[in-house]
């Protein structure tokens, strides 16, 4: 009777979960439906309009998704050199060592900054930098978005990718060093094919969560319209016109930019799903 | 025929007190002299052991659990380094050169380990895993010269008709038997002087622990092996040696006839008579 009981009951929780998740997406969908039905989906999705005015008011998403799309691979990019290294640092050099600790705890409290941080800190001191050095006039842009994404999404990467490192088996490094192997060699060999896939989940999670950061990419994107092409140029990420907009939208416009939200939830769906699907493969 | 041996070797032999019954060796293919491991400071794991192995022969290292076996086998591929915790002092001549001042790639290349439980390296395929210590030494072979390597460590350990069409596979869906046949004809594909062998049938059923003492028993012709084992009748069965171990100190080494039929040593003879351990 108590096991039933318990069985019903998280039963429900999961039910409910799904309700919620299913009612999010149909909300979203519903909410979307004006701008779809003005535009359609796909010349929606292909179009880089973005015009308010009453008489000729047309809406499009492209720059936005490229923006979202050429900041989080570009953060990806700059972060695998540092995630990495400090994940073979704390996860198999010095793994279980003091130094570890510390460093591991440090990259850990980079996750728990709040993103409005990173974005003070991008606009008061990663900007001017930007500036000074002449790389960009202005100093907002994708590159400089990118740079304090990067950051953000370094924690998330290098100590999911540590655990990974960490759960080799001794048996196997033995295996290795008693062939004669150097620790680069067993590193690379055996350590890396093995924890393989763990790493690449948690760069994809990584992923998953520059693709949706908003406040800070906010702050330092330069918050155009346009279709952003270089890394000096500004525009929007989709989160980031979303914040940006919300506030002094409606009708068309409002519908335009939950179309966008709508959008972002399946694109982040779709990029989560295909890390699954590779690290499938990785695992056969 | 036992008074062959070096100079130097007896003088190690008479100075040394734990081995009450020192076993003189004629070809001695592993020396070791005054060899001490600690695992922490001022506390020896292993005291002082002398003993010299037999080249081509088989040498058990028994004793019950805790008294050092393994320890004194992984010291002799330097497996201790990897924990710096680990200490150890003394000599182990690997033919006459000290592997404790040798580089520590190229001994554990001339000193091949089977470990307690199968590990072959999961993302490799049987064939790559043959060829592992290879690769893993950067070493690149011609392609003719890689089969025929592969067939002949996988014939040596009796595999090779087992897998022979499956060769590309990864190795996880072998049975634990033929694993631990394949880390074998890993270890023996890099043609080590020596083969240390760790409990290697610990984890085995009774049937594959019987292949693997019947192949230990037609490997020895090419190489010469120590095997470090709990079990006393498998120690009895296949070694031509016997070392046993007490407490970290060697008690015992005689030939392993003599030990089981006469052992010189009390405490010795109430572990093979199963009084404790």
């Known amino acids: 009777m108590k096991d039933l009981l318990f069985k019903k009951a998280l039963f429900t929780a999961s039910l409910l979960l799904l309700l919620i998740g299913a009612g999010m997406v149909y909300t979203l969908f519903d909410g979307a439906l004006p701008a779809f039905d003005a535009f359609g989906f796909f010349k929606f999705i292909g179009s880089t309009a973005w015009d308010p005015h009453p008489d000729r008011e047309a809406y499009g998403a492209l720059p936005f998704i490229v923006g979202t799309l050429f900041t989080a691979f570009l953060a990806l990019l700059i972060a695998i050199p540092f995630a990495l290294p400090v994940a073979l640092f704390t996860g198999v050099y010095y793994r279980g060592t003091k130094a570890a600790h510390i460093i591991g705890a440090i990259v850990d409290l980079l996750a728990g900054i709040p993103s409005i941080v990173y974005g003070l800190w991008g606009f008061y001191t990663l900007r001017p930098w930007i500036i000074e050095s002449g790389f960009s006039t202005g100093g907002f842009g994708i590159f400089t978005s990118a740079v304090v994404l990067a950051i953000m999404i370094i924690p998330y990467a290098s100590s999911l990718s540590a655990e990974f490192l960490s759960m080799v088996p001794n048996d196997l490094k033995e295996g290795a060093y008693s062939l004669g192997a150097t620790r680069l060699d067993m590193i690379q060999q055996v350590v890396f094919p093995f924890a393989g896939s763990g790493i690449f989940a948690s760069f994809i999670l990584a992923l998953g969560r520059a693709l949706g950061e908003t406040m800070a990419v906010t702050m330092l994107i330069g918050n155009t319209n346009n279709l952003p092409l270089s890394l000096t140029a500004t525009g929007n990420t989709m989160a980031s016109v979303i914040a940006n907009q919300f506030g002094e939208a409606d009708g068309l416009k409002l519908s335009a930019l939950i179309a966008i939200a709508f959008l972002l939830f399946i694109l982040t769906a779709l990029i989560n799903l295909a890390g699954k699907f590779i690290i499938k493969r990785f695992n056969q | ?277």
């Open chain 2, 1 to 277: 025929m036992e008074n062959t041996v070096n100079n130097n070797m007896i003088d190690t032999l008479i100075t040394s007190n734990n081995v009450r019954t020192p076993l003189i060796v004629e070809d001695a293919i592993l020396t070791f002299k005054d060899v001490c491991v600690s695992y922490a400071p001022g506390k020896n794991a292993i005291e002082s052991v002398n003993a010299a192995v037999e080249k081509g022969k088989i040498t058990a290292i028994m004793g019950p659990s805790g008294c050092g076996k393994s320890t004194l086998l992984r010291a002799v591929n330097r497996m201790h380094e990897l924990y710096d915790y680990i200490k150890v002092t003394g000599e182990i001549l690997l033919n006459d050169q000290d592997v404790l001042k040798m580089n520590a790639m190229e001994v554990r290349r001339n000193a091949g380990m089977v470990f307690q439980r199968p590990n072959p390296f999961p993302n490799m395929s049987i064939f790559d895993n043959v060829l592992a210590g290879y690769s893993l030494n950067g070493i690149k072979l011609p392609k003719a010269e890689r089969e025929a390597l592969v067939e002949q460590s996988l014939r040596n350990v009796v595999l090779w008709d087992e897998v022979k069409d499956l060769l590309n596979k990864k190795g996880s869906f072998l049975s634990g038997g033929q694993q631990q046949r394949l880390c074998i004809a890993r270890a023996i594909a890099l043609k080590p002087e020596v083969l240390l062998m760790d409990e290697p049938t610990s984890a085995l059923d009774p049937i594959a622990t019987n292949h693997i003492e019947e192949l230990l028993l037609t490997l020895k012709k090419e190489f010469s092996i120590v095997i470090v084992t709990h079990n006393m009748s498998q120690a009895a069965r296949i070694s031509d040696n016997s070392m046993f171990m007490y407490m970290g100190e060697l008690i015992e080494y005689d030939r392993t006839n003599t030990m089981f039929t006469n052992p010189a040593c009390q405490k010795t003879e109430e572990y093979l008579t199963g009084r404790f351990g």
